[in-house]
């Protein structure tokens, strides 16, 4: 089975024959391609032409962090699986407002109950937790009057300031305070594995909507413009909570994550290149972690999950069936 590639290490990345060579200070690593499902570098890793066109022959999506473990950018191989069709109705529901409205919505509201799920699992925590959960319930019904983007923008972004100010009664580990969401750069230890977890996700989504007809460029709760990548920061909302947010919470409850592990750099606050590891363990322990799945009659992992989302999101588009979010 294919498994996503992480680099940490500098060196060089190159083809060789019909696989993969990472050279590093340690020596050679044989990486077989049929084994790579995606590449994520955080290291400084050179590379070449001639590793790019295998890459694009393989359909290997290519991820690129910087040093503080934030997304900068993908190889994105020229797409295998086009459709003009579904290209064109991706484009119809984004300019067709009450289209748009109407996906923008279910992306919202999936994040929204996902969040009261993740919560309620923890809701022995303390009153502030049962007390957001109330709140998080009257946003998802103010869903029902929301008529524009802007409206639904809002919603969800008070919904996450409630959802985020819970996170002080469920971590456990001390030192560790959320106070206010920053992202560029994160002002502190909680922003930063926020920030990683959800560069994280953001390209593991996009490596899941490579592999359908759907175009990454146009999504519809997130606006379509110069940014390349739109769509996957919508399905991403869905799965936020219970993979990256549940990740965190794991990890620095079991104390596996500690202040020492993070360092001030000139962007902010980050993770040193340990505790990413032990991150990223974590975060995949949580993708391949099975759910039963009523439609399939089967336990599927997360990572499934994200990719029957882009199923379902295209069924919708074509007018073969009506979105709906995931709910955990």
Known sequence: MAEPVYIFSGGRLRRESNSLVLETEEGKKHIPVENVAEIKVFGEVDLNK??????TEKNIVLHFFNHYGYYV???YPREFLNSGLVLLKQAEHYLDSSK???LAKAFV???IRNSICTL???QRKGEEVSKAIEKLSQHLLSLKSCETIEQLMAIEGNAKEVYYHTFDEIILSEGF???VRTRRPPRNELNALISFGNSLLYTTVLSEIYKTHLDPRIGFLHATNNRRFTLNLDV???FKPI???QTIFTLLNRRQIKLKDFHETVEGIALKDHAKKVFVQEFEEALEKTVYVDSLKRNVSRRTLIRMEMYKLEKHLLGDDTYRPYLE
């Open 50 to 55: 001639r590793l790019l066109e295998f890459l």
């Open 73 to 75: 950018g993908s190889y």
């Open 100 to 102: 748009r409205l109407t």
């Open 109 to 111: 509201e999936g994040a």
């Open 120 to 122: 309620k699992k923890h």
């Open 177 to 179: 305070k959320f106070e």
């Open 236 to 238: 991403s909302e869905v």
């Open 243 to 245: 993979i990256v947010d």
